[in-house]
């Protein structure tokens, strides 16, 4: 019985052997891919990656991380603009995360720049940038792993609810300072109190109901072109086919709109508000009646 015993381990421990050895190398692997990344990430919080980088980091396995990957074109010459303006966004994002107290080995940001991995470019048959795009731990990226940029747009808020929903990463997005608002906010006071004081004894102005309707109308305008939304969503301003050299000012879905978009639609408002205003001016004016006939027309 006892060199039966011996026999049966002595069987279980050839059997192991090999799949033991391989667990083992995968953790191995698993671990220099965490740590060269995590030292990549300590540098700069988006990793810049080349087809090389890619294949083995992000598509090889094995892996116990997401990789959120945004595909770019930032080179001058291929002038996108949308790209810089996602990029600015894109890095806030990955500050954001690499700067938290919840910073972990969970999620990390990289980028693929069409001049550095056109390849990559070939072999996801993506034919337009920017793309985000989020590669799970494990399985293959499904649909909603695909950023819908188009529909979101690219503010880096908007990015961290799609991140969140992808991995159950939170990222809390923490802007840099923009000393802006304020200056604005002083300069106009400032102009309000050098009205006051030059004009103390005479504020009959700020009773001018003209005045008051026109900064009411310019407020209403802005609002109806949907300027606020523009605040929210952070669309690009045009979109420009990266094949063809077309510009599109109009977005081609009704959920979604580009800032120029806006600013059509804020001009065309304004014209027709004026066009009312002068035919009122017309009609209660004391002008002779040719003129009012031209006005009219």
């Not at 033991?20 to 990656?49: D, P």
């Not at 890095?91 to 999620?107: D, E, G, P």
């Not at 009959?204 to 939304?229: I, P």
């Amino acid at each position: 019985m006892a060199a039966l015993s011996v026999l049966a381990l002595l069987l279980l421990l050839a059997c192991g052997g090999p799949r033991a050895a391989g667990q083992k190398r995968k953790e191995m692997v698993l671990s220099e891919k965490v740590s060269q990344l995590m030292e990549w990430t300590s540098k700069r919080s988006v990793i810049r990656m080349n087809g090389d980088k890619f294949r083995r980091l992000v598509k090889a396995p094995p892996r116990n991380y997401s990789v959120i990957v945004m595909f770019t074109a930032l080179q001058p010459h291929r002038q996108c603009v949308v790209c810089k303006q996602a990029d600015e966004e894109y890095q806030i994002l990955a500050n954001s995360w690499r700067y938290s107290s919840a910073f972990t080995n969970k999620i990390f940001f990289a980028m693929v720049d069409f001049d550095e991995g056109s390849d990559v470019f070939q072999m996801l048959n993506m034919n337009s940038a920017p793309t985000f795009i989020n590669f799970p731990a494990k399985g293959k990226p499904k649909r909603g792993d695909t950023y819908e940029l188009q529909v979101r747009g690219f503010a880096a808020e908007q990015l961290a609810r799609w991140v969140a929903d992808r991995t159950d990463v939170n990222i809390r997005v923490i802007r840099p300072p923009n000393y802006a608002g304020p200056l604005m906010l002083g300069l106009l006071l400032a102009v309000i109190g050098g009205l006051v004081y030059l004009r103390g004894s005479n504020l009959d102005f700020l009773y001018n109901k003209t005045g008051w309707a026109f900064a009411a109308l310019c407020f209403v305008l802005a609002m109806t072109s949907g300027q606020m939304w523009n605040h929210i969503r952070g669309p690009p301003y045009a979109h420009k086919n990266p094949h063809t050299g077309q510009v599109s000012y109009i977005h081609g879905s009704s959920q979604a709109q580009f800032v120029a978009e806006t600013h059509i639609v804020l001009l065309f408002n304004g014209g027709v508000t004026l066009g009312m205003v002068l035919l009122h001016e017309a009609a209660t004016s004391d002008m002779d009646v040719g003129k009012r006939k031209i006005t009219d027309k």
